[in-house]
């Protein structure tokens, strides 16, 4: 899905911008994947990604609680 509509970036590639290299802010992201910011709306769901991405909840399979 496309998380940033000025720079055409998806949600995978925040994924992957997050596990490769461990950026710390949105801004960051953005320097991972070669652009910067533009209109800002999309730096809430990148922080939301972010976060999903480094707590594991990024979409695999939920662990087993047994």
């Known amino acids: 899905m496309i998380v940033c509509s000025c720079n055409v970036l998806t949600d995978q590639a925040v994924r992957s911008a997050v596990s490769e290299d461990a950026p710390r802010t ?3 992201v953005y320097g991972c994947l070669g652009c910067s910011p533009q209109c800002g709306r999309c730096a809430r769901t990148i922080k939301k990604i972010m976060t999903e991405a480094l707590s594991g ?10």
Not at 57 to 66: F, Y
């Open 26 to 28: 949105a801004g960051q």
């Open 57 to 66: 909840a990024g979409g695999g399979p939920a662990p087993d609680s047994h």
